[in-house]
């Protein structure tokens, strides 16, 4: 990520500035929701159909899910955040 793409935490709250930030932030949340459906098939929210976020995991690391492939997802997904997270993260 470039200098406009931060993650800060600081005192308890975490700030994330710049596009490439908030997409490490959407991936936890997808990751997370995937998880849940994997395990319970149960959605998060409405717009958090199975395939939608199949889509926005492919959207996000660049690979290809096929259905009911939710834990693999969460695992690419987490995969790439951490790895974007490895070199910008800024701890005050």
Known sequence: MSDNNTITSHNGGTTFAGEAAVSVYQASVIASALKLYANTKMQVNRAYTPTTMLKTAERITGLKFKRGEYMK????????????????VNVK
């Open 73 to 88: 997802a969460h695992d690419e997904l987490k995969k790439w955040a951490s790895a974007q997270i490895g070199t910008t």
